[in-house]
Each structure stands twice: as structure tokens, then as C-alpha cells.
């Protein structure tokens, strides 16, 4: 890695468009995001206890792995391309978590109608209710941060299927004697989750599956920022 100057330096710095580069980075937010959040952990173990949860002043039940593929299922954007989310797509899945599932006495073709308006009438705008869902699903999938980067992974948009809810529920009923049924429709999808990467992490103990240190993290980005410095200033740095 080359050494830049303190020219080099002072412009970085003061490069608005340098600084926005670093913001919007995706490697960048990964690893911010891999960081220790106490906040985070106490979170998922609030989950793991399954304890009461609230949007607001609303009270919801647990994201779980039926209603995950429900969502999916019937082509809900949170469960499919974020930048697709409509406002019914919000009402939908805010109207399910204060619900479940298993309450519905209406049939799917139903559910828009039904829950139309029900972000307003919990007193949250969309942008602030996006917002909360999608810091829901984060937090469902927080336990695969500890898994590594597998290279061409990632490309095919992943299903949500009947083969993926028994796969996942057929394992976490293994390695907790849990009926399959009761994780399915009960058991945060964090919970699963952690479940599943765990068992994998002990059946491969060379699988690299590990939380990382705030020194690996770090250091991480600290190379990640001076790559991007690299890149940017062979481009936009003047020669003296």
C-alpha cells in the first residue's frame, strides 16, 4: 500500500466528495456495522429470551421464520428489493407484526385492504415506519455478520421458500428439542438464526465463522479508507 503525502492528506480531508465516498461505501457500512453494539447485543438477547417488543407505543410479536416467508411469499418488498418498498408493502408488515400470523382470519388477497392506513393509525409516518422495519429485519439477520464472505455468493437473490422454512426449522428443532411447528410461528428469526450458525460453526470449526475483534475491525477499515484514499487521489490529486 502506498504512503500519501500530507498533501495528499490535507486534500483528502477537505474533499467533500472524498467524505461522501467514505459515507456511501458498502464495505465501509459492513464493517461499521460489525462492530460491538451493546445496544445490538442486548437486543438479540432480549429476542433470545423472547421478550416483549414495541414499535412506538405499539406492541409487536417477534419477526419469525413463518412470518419471514410469508412475506416473501406473497412478494412483499422488505423480504425482496428494499428500494421497492411501497407504502402498502409498510402497512402490510407493520399490520402482521402487531397481529401474527396466526391470527388472520382472512385470506392473503385480503391482507392490503386490511391493513391499509394501519402505519397512520399508529401514528407513524412511512419514512419513520421503514425505517423501523428495516432495522427489524437487520436485526434478524444480524447472526450471519459472524459468517465469512463466500466469493460469487450473494449473486442469485436468495428464497425464502417452503424449503427454506423447513430446512431452518428442521434444524433449530435438532439443537433445541423444540417442536419444529413452535420455532416456526413462535421463535424469533434472530433466535433461528443464531441456532443455525451455531451448529454450523461447531460442525465446521474451520469454517471462519467467528465474531470478530475491534482490532480486526478496525484495521479493517482503516485499510479499507486508505485504498479508497489510493484510488481517489490517483484520480483527482494534482501533481505538483
Known amino acids: 500500500m502506498a504512503k500519501l503525502t500530507d498533501k495528499q492528506l490535507l486534500f483528502l480531508a477537505n474533499s467533500a466528495e472524498f467524505q461522501k465516498l467514505l ?61 421497492k418498498i411501497t407504502e402498502s408493502d409498510t402497512d402490510v408488515f407493520f399490520f402482521l407484526l402487531a397481529h401474527g400470523l396466526r391470527k388472520l382470519d382472512f385470506t392473503p388477497s385480503e391482507l392490503p385492504g386490511k391493513a391499509a392506513g394501519f402505519c397512520a393509525s399508529q401514528g407513524f409516518s412511512y419514512e419513520a415506519a421503514v425505517r423501523e422495519l428495516v432495522q427489524v429485519i437487520n436485526e434478524a439477520f444480524r447472526p450471519y455478520e459472524m459468517c465469512p464472505k463466500v466469493k460469487g455468493a450473494g449473486d442469485e437473490a436468495p428464497h425464502y421458500d417452503a424449503l427454506w422454512l423447513a430446512g431452518l426449522c428442521s434444524i433449530v428443532a435438532q439443537e433445541t428439542n423444540e417442536p419444529a411447528s413452535e420455532i416456526m410461528f413462535s421463535m424469533p428469526l434472530s433466535a433461528a438464526n443464531y441456532y443455525f450458525v451455531n451448529r454450523a460453526r461447531r460442525e465446521d470449526p474451520k469454517s471462519g465463522i467467528r465474531r470478530r475483534t475491534p482490532g480486526e475491525v478496525n484495521k479493517a477499515i482503516w485499510e479499507r479508507v486508505m485504498a479508497l484514499a489510493e484510488q481517489f487521489c490517483a484520480a483527482h490529486c494534482k501533481e505538483d
Open 23 to 83: 459515507a456511501e461505501d458498502p464495505v465501509l457500512k459492513e464493517l461499521e456495522a460489525s462492530k460491538f453494539d451493546p445496544e445490538a447485543e442486548l437486543h438479540s438477547l432480549w429476542e433470545m429470551f423472547r421478550g416483549l417488543f414495541f414499535i412506538g407505543q405499539t406492541p409487536i410479536q417477534p419477526l419469525t421464520p413463518a412470518l419471514w416467508a410469508f412475506l416473501w411469499g406473497i412478494g412483499n418488498a422488505y423480504a425482496h428489493d428494499f428500494e
